[in-house]
């Protein structure tokens, strides 16, 4: 209750003592007094009504009005169930998935980092496009020359991943590691929720070794357990402290489990890793000075960078085009998910137009329904502002009904939509929904009610009103008709945008799923392997780990084949730097470079396990692994480029430009004993698919198995592991897949962006055709009458049913002719900002159209049908 | 008012609040004693019922004719006061001049013997 309110009845109250002792003390009664004294003071709450009027003046009659309306609107509504139904799910979907969206987007790409002074922290990168490598690692050499005299960043953290073996904790684990210096977590601007993070005392050669879990692997691993901290922690051979736990953050550019000091892992205590300038392990961040901006900053590195590699021309070949780059991490960190966010953010904007306007198709054609009841409400003398009025009270009921479903529809869309967009960013894991879903969900809502109110025309004054008023027939006006049409026109026309944009996507996956990959893929499975070796092999130089494994897994039944390998397709790939290398007896052109090409290690028998075929020479043997002699095979490509019109074989392949600290080339020079065919187990396709296949020498066990199999190939793995463990107990196998599953895998966001779009591009179409039926139904039924004299002077009911038919075709092409228009017209603009826009080829957009006339003709032959068969004398005597 | 068929009059429209302001004339009243005050000095004739009443001396009070205060009645009762402002005395002279000049055109209307006779 308001102030005004109680004071206004306290003033009553007071009133009715004063009249109540007046009338006792001129001798009335008490009883007929205070009886006498109520009835003066007359109804209350008419008395409230009144002050209201006087309290909030003209607003008070608009809403009480306007709550009146919807009252009315809202029973009204009760009586057409099946259009407030439509309208309201329509609706429920479009505000639903713009809801769901736009909390995603904010979540990604407009909530701040929970790192302190998280607009202050950069992310620097080197690349080489001129050798086609986008994004590069920098060596220790690099990091220090970058780091000398900068001004403009106060301090740099670096952060390089390496994997460790657990043990002591149950079955040996796998563990990713980040390794830091001492200034990364300040950098970072991150906390400690548990124990304490690490610093500069953790640094160097004599520091003890220390160990930060992530908050996730505490949480999962260790239960939360706060005692954890100070425990020993083995990490192969060696073991570390656990000092602390990590505050949760976002990984960036990886997600580790535990995070340690340099000390911990001994290849980062290496000479390779300190003074080898190409061997790039490390990710920096940087930390901007006071007063220094990203523009600032980027323009002293890059100056900076460009000094360092003019200095070292033996490290930077002029070819590569070395770059520097400085970007804000947050915007880093969203940039793989910002394009797809927005597509989806727009696809999400195009349903809600599709949903409006075929909304607006049928309050308008229930309008034209209602004509005669607004022509006596005008006749009555209301305005046109009550009519209005009228209008957008049962439009706003509508559209709020629309937006409670679609809110709650939008929660469990969202949580679909977040888990999409994780693959593009972590960020999207921990998106919540907040008010933003309730303000986004109302304000689409209102803007659908208002638009809603204003689509049917009034009566007109000057039109002859006694015409509507003559009767309950329906008046379908041209003007009307014609509205009808242009709102079905748009949302085929967006429709033809959403699924040409569909098809486009699915003709580009079933492009990549149907590309041939060169090997065999369906009986292949690959196995990773972690741990450390027996260490009998290390001492025993008798001891042959990897024979006997690969031995005792070929007997197993129905495998046809089993090789080691350091790669998995796809999988793995970008994991190796590619190799430069040159071929004696090849001379190169004049100031041509040597070229370069992937590396792939495998074992004996990887050939033919992957059923890869051998065009020249041999592939590696079991006795060639144990030889002296170094061995390599090549892809096609490279013989070709190489040796056009001479044999590769037996020559001699060099790798150059690789120089290990000590100055000695360890890709000593190797006979080519192969050449084989080329393949497709990269995806990134920048430089032409030329492979060196060095020879796999280990007498442990590689990296990674291959098997082939007959049978299933996932039975196997039990198998595998057991053989592996019985023979090296602190080993172990994960990730197994067959190829064909790793393909699946790393195809998943093209297959999610082609099922997401093409779910839009669904509920888009479902709408337009219902949006067109719609049209043609109520054309119809408005038509009845000249149906029924056309059949009355002759026309035949295929006439009539061709008719209404090519109506609906009519609305179909003119909507398409404009989706081309206007898609195109959107891609020119988009073009503009993005820099990967593709136009979709002739065929995608061949199929949407085909899909949307069929469609659409579909959706004709329910009105066109009943037009044929109007009865004549009940459709003329109809009025 | 539709009570009974008795002798009282409706007030007419726009009159009320030009009683209320001559009411407190002569010096501040309650709700209670400014509805008493017209219906004695109307001879019982003019009835204002409470919720045209209150609704006016808000309206009056909110276009700053009229003052509200708590206070105390003579009979040691609490009520709220209202009082005439500078401006609500200006008013009252603004409507009685206009009530005045209905009045006479009116009669004039309904009386156009009387004009002759003058």
Redesign the interface.
Known sequence: MRPDER??D???R??????V??RIDRGEDPAAARRAALD????IP??RE??R???YSRWFDVVAALIQDMRVGLRSLLRAKGLAATVVVTLALGIGANAAIFSVVRGVLLRPLVNRGEDRLVYIRQSAPGVGAPNMLFSVAEYNDIKAGATTIAAFGDFSTIDFTMLGRGEPRLLHAGVVGGSYFDVMGLRPVLGRLLNATDDGKEAAGAVVLTHRFWTTFFNSDPSIVGQPIQLGSRTATIVGVLEPSIPYPVETEIIANMVTSPHHLGATMNIERVHRMTELFGRLAPGASVENARAELTTAYAAMVREHPEAYSTNANMQLSVTPLREQITAPARTILLVLLAAAAVVFIIACSNVANLILARSVRREGELAVRAALGASSGALRRTLLAESLVLCGAGAIIGLALAQPMMSIVARYAARFSVRALDVTVDNTIVWVGASLAIAAAILLAYVPRLPSSNAPAGFGLAGTSLRITPGTNRRLRVFATTQIAFSFVLLAGAGMLVTALVALQSANSGFITQQVLAIDIFGPSNPAIVQKPSMDLYREVTQKIAELPGVDGVTGSYFVPWRDAGKYPHLRFTVEGYTPANGEENPYAKQRIVGPGYFATMGIPVVAGREFTEHDRTGKERLVIVSQSVAQRLFPNADALNRNLVVTGSLSASGTNPWPPARIVGVVADVDDDRAEHVPAMTIYPMLQDRGLPPRLLVRTSGDPYALVPSVTRIIRERSANQGTERAATLADVRAEVLTPERLNAFVVTGFAGIALLIAVVGVAGVLAFGVSARMREFGVRLAIGSTPRDLLFGVLSEGAAIVVIGIVAGVAGGYAVAGVAAGYFTNVQMPGVMPLAIAAAILVSAAVAASLMPAARASRVDVLSALRAE | MEKTTDRRLELLQGTLDMLVLRTLQWGPRHGHGIGQAIRQQSDELLKVETGSLYPALHRLVKRGWLKAEWGVSDANQKARFYRLTAAGKAQLTIERDRWSQLVDAIGRVMNPAAEIKE
Do not use: C, K, P, S
């Open positions: 004071e206004l306290e003033e009553l007071t009133n009715l003592e004063i009249n002792r007046e003066d003071l007359g109804y008419a008395v009144e002050m009027r006087v309290w």
